[in-house]
């Protein structure tokens, strides 16, 4: 195995976790790419975003590859629970502003958090969570900050948590955190 980038970490996780009957979280839909690779790899999917653009951009990526088993949510993923009731085996936060757009439109450390404990309440048995953390440049630091903070002091009866970081590279490479429910 060769160590790869944390978003393809994340992939390479989630992709041990969920299976083809697996509902599945995208909770930053963005540009659409974990939400397609979420579709081709289970049941159904939610995603949100709160941004009509991001949310366009997901339809128009989905629909070319002709997939139809996600349900497109257009609000906060602090709302989670007005939507979904039902256990999840996998959700992913890939945080920040959507590339190539306003990066002030991006998520925050107090909506993050609560649509992370939300989550948490949602996952099945060895369900997995990823939260993809990026901070530099211009944002996300006090994002970093906080989320870690946070993660540090979930029940370790209930969850595993892990938090992957690459030490030598340059331009703030994203933190990739795992939560992983017993
Ligand atoms: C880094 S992008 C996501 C990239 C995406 N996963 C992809 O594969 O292209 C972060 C996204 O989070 C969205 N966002 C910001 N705050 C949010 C919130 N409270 N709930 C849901 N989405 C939010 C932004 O609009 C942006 O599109």
Redesign the pocket.
């Known amino acids: 195995m060769s160590l790869k980038n944390n978003l393809a970490m994340a992939h390479e996780f989630m992709k041990k976790t969920i299976t083809k009957n697996s509902i599945t979280v ?9 939400t397609l690779f979420l579709a081709e790899h289970s049941k159904s999917v939610y995603a ?4 009509e653009k ?1 949310l366009n951009n997901t339809k128009d990526l989905l629909n070319k590859q002709k997939l139809t088993n996600v349900t497109l949510i257009h609000d ?3 709302n989670i629970d007005r939507y979904i009731q039902e256990p999840v085996d996998g959700v992913m936060f ?6 190539g757009y306003d990066h002030k ?3 925050n450390h107090e ?1 993050t958090i609560e649509a992370i404990k939300k989550s948490m309440l949602l996952l099945s048995k060895n369900g997995l969570m990823s939260i993809l953390v990026y901070h530099g440049q211009d944002s996300g630091f006090t994002e970093k900050e906080k989320v870690l903070e946070f993660v540090s002091t979930i029940d370790d009866n209930q969850f595993k948590v892990l938090k992957l970081s690459f030490e030598n590279q340059r331009n703030y490479p994203p933190i990739l955190i795992l939560i992983e429910k017993k």
């Open positions: 995208d909770m930053t839909a963005g540009n659409g790419h974990d949100f975003d709160i941004q991001a906060g993923h602090e890939n945080l920040g502003f959507l590339p439109v991006a998520t909506t």
